[in-house]
């Protein structure tokens, strides 16, 4: 099993609807999480970060950890066809120097 | 201003030769890393480096071997390359005592294309 799953997708939504993006893991030692961006032929760009369990916003994201169930999601209101992407959860342990897991990274298009 | 810069961008090549991606980082970051991306967007980590200091090296055939020269700086050697070596390869850097912890800071990436 790997250590995060993530369904590839594709996901293609039009303009102005809710997407909903997820991501399960199997180690509880995760303590940080991530979401990454990843325009085409571009360098992923964290996106939102989230420490243990609870919701974080911003503008029009939204990401949530459910430490018990291991699921973490973002959510993006109103999407915008630049919200097409691919979107890669990301997750560590708490040590300092420690590695991220990505997950496969989910492939968005939004359509006007 | 390029935070994370990689070269080249491209490279098409044959298979068994050799060949060298560079990877520099203006962000004052002490820890960088190489990851390999395939097809199908899946990033997995290779190597890591802390302050020159090798800390994270994955199962990867040692054909492929990284030199961090300075903290700035991190290079990926690939001797022998494969059909299977062609992907996108990322130089990222970080830099743990700042929050958020594991902010990774990418390169465009250099996409291999072994014929």
């Known amino acids: 099993q790997k250590e995060v799953e993530q369904d590839p997708g594709p996901l293609s939504v039009p303009e102005g609807a809710i997407v909903s993006l997820n991501c399960t893991y199997s180690n509880s030692a995760f303590q940080y999480f991530m979401w990454y961006r990843q325009y085409s032929r571009k360098g992923p760009e964290l996106l939102m970060y989230?420490?243990?369990?609870g919701n974080k916003e911003d503008g029009r994201f939204t990401a949530q950890v459910d430490k018990s169930s291991k699921y973490i999601s973002l959510f993006i209101r109103d999407s915008q066809p630049s919200d097409s992407a691919t979107y890669l959860c990301a997750m560590k342990r708490g040590s300092t120097l420690g590695r991220l897991y990505f997950g496969r990274g989910t492939q968005l298009t939004v359509w006007p | 201003d390029t935070a994370v810069s990689q070269t080249p961008k491209y490279l098409v090549t044959q298979m068994g030769n050799d060949k060298s991606i560079k990877c520099e980082q203006n962000l004052g970051h002490d820890t960088m890393y190489w990851y390999k991306q395939d097809s199908k967007k899946f990033l997995k980590i290779m190597f890591s480096y802390n302050n020159k200091e090798l800390i994270i090296n994955e199962t990867v055939p040692n054909r492929f071997s990284p030199k961090s020269p300075d903290k700035a700086h991190l290079n990926l050697h690939i001797n022998s390359l494969e059909l299977g070596d062609s992907a996108v390869y990322f130089c990222?850097?970080?830099?743990?005592?700042?929050?958020?912890?594991?902010?990774?800071?990418f390169g465009e990436g250099s996409r291999l294309t072994v014929l």
């Open positions: 989230t420490y243990s369990s």
């Open positions: 990222a850097s970080s830099q743990d005592s700042r929050p958020p912890p594991g902010e990774l800071f």
